[in-house]
């Protein structure tokens, strides 16, 4: 008896996802590589950490295709793109990033919604609020760099700067938690 409750389209579609979050998770990884080697261990911390977020979202994607009797298949990865030139061009390329795959997790939703495969709707609407949370964090390290003086930013503020992303938490606050007394 056939227990795949995936299409093909759709087993192939989440497949390319999953390959795709590995890829993301390669690319921050790199940048971290390049903001390390430059002596920026906060910056490059941060970037670690968000590769395994990365990792761990390609593993939700394989789990799920299991889970409903598909099977997911790596592909080969493509490398990284070339190393940014600066701070500026670092997070920039991070924001890019997150706004591209926001675009292909939209993609998959209207998909689900073409397909009226309502189980897969469900899961993709936890990537759906991840990429809210992961465009706003990478909105805010645009933000604070911008305050710290961009690419003319003083040693000592890059420093501040550094510091303070070695501390930031993985996950941005959303808006849909914010309260009067929680703005
Ligand atoms: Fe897996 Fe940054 O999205």
């Known amino acids: ?12 579609a989440l497949s390319d996802q ?10 921050f990884l790199s940048y971290g590589i390049w903001a390390d080697d430059k002596g920026y261990q906060g910056i490059a911390n941060f ?6 977020e990365e ?13 409903r009797g598909g099977k997911p298949k790596i592909d080969a990865i493509p490398a990284p793109p070339a190393d940014p030139e600066s701070l500026t061009e670092c997070f920039d390329g991070v924001f890019k990033h997150e706004v591209d795959n926001t675009t292909s997790i939209y993609r998959l939703v209207d998909l689900s919604m073409e397909e009226k495969d309502w189980a897969t709707w469900n899961f993709m ?3 759906v609020q991840e990429q809210i949370e ?8 645009i933000d604070k760099l911008k305050i710290a003086g961009g690419d003319r930013a003083t040693d000592e ?27």
């Open 47 to 52: 970037l670690y950490r968000h590769a395994q």
């Open 134 to 141: 992961e465009e706003t964090l990478a909105k805010n390290l």
């Open 125 to 127: 609407q936890w990537f």
């Open 18 to 27: 999953m390959n795709k979050e590995i890829h993301a998770s390669h690319v």
């Open 157 to 183: 503020s890059l420093f501040t700067l550094d510091k303070t992303l070695q501390e930031t938490p993985n996950d941005a606050p959303l808006a849909q938690e914010a309260t009067g007394e929680k703005p």
């Open 55 to 67: 990792r761990n979202h390609s593993i939700k994607f394989m789990e799920y295709i299991l889970n």
């Open 1 to 12: 008896m056939n227990t795949k409750r995936l299409s093909n389209a759709m087993e192939k």
